[in-house]
């Protein structure tokens, strides 16, 4: 079992930055790809961006590439989510996943793990 604590979210004026981190614990936190989703409401969760599970590889999503960073640090069992350039519709509850997916399949195998979410509020 992995346990996936999300936190960092919060309230920010357009153009503003934000730091998520999520926290593993449990079982190898080197052996999963690590990754980034959201969900607005109303609207379906979609991937945000990726890390491989060494950290060589990252993969975005198109909307947030060049203001958005995702990083892991193996010695804290910790992957963040650098937001920079925030803008209104990045508003969402983010959500943080572990699993031997790629991309937008992470966290769709029946053995990957989510956390809880974090909200990310961005003012115009």
């Known amino acids: 079992q992995v346990q996936l604590v999300e936190s960092g979210g919060g309230w920010v004026q357009h153009g503003g930055s934000l730091r998520l981190s999520c926290a593993a614990s449990g079982r190898a936190f080197s052996a999963y790809n690590m990754g980034w989703f959201r969900q607005a409401p109303g609207k379906e969760r979609e991937f945000v961006a990726a890390?491989?599970?060494?950290?060589?590889?990252?993969d975005y999503a198109n909307s947030v590439k060049g203001r958005f960073t995702i990083s892991r640090d193996s010695a804290k069992n910790t992957v963040y989510l650098q937001m920079n350039g925030l803008k209104p519709e990045d508003t969402a509850i983010y959500y943080c996943?572990?699993?031997?997916?790629?991309?937008?399949?992470?966290?769709?195998?029946?053995?990957?793990?989510w956390g809880q979410g974090t909200q990310v509020t961005v003012s115009s």
């Open positions: 890390v491989s599970s060494r950290g060589y590889i990252t």
């Open positions: 996943a572990a699993g031997l997916g790629w991309g937008p399949a992470l966290g769709s195998r029946e053995n990957d793990y």
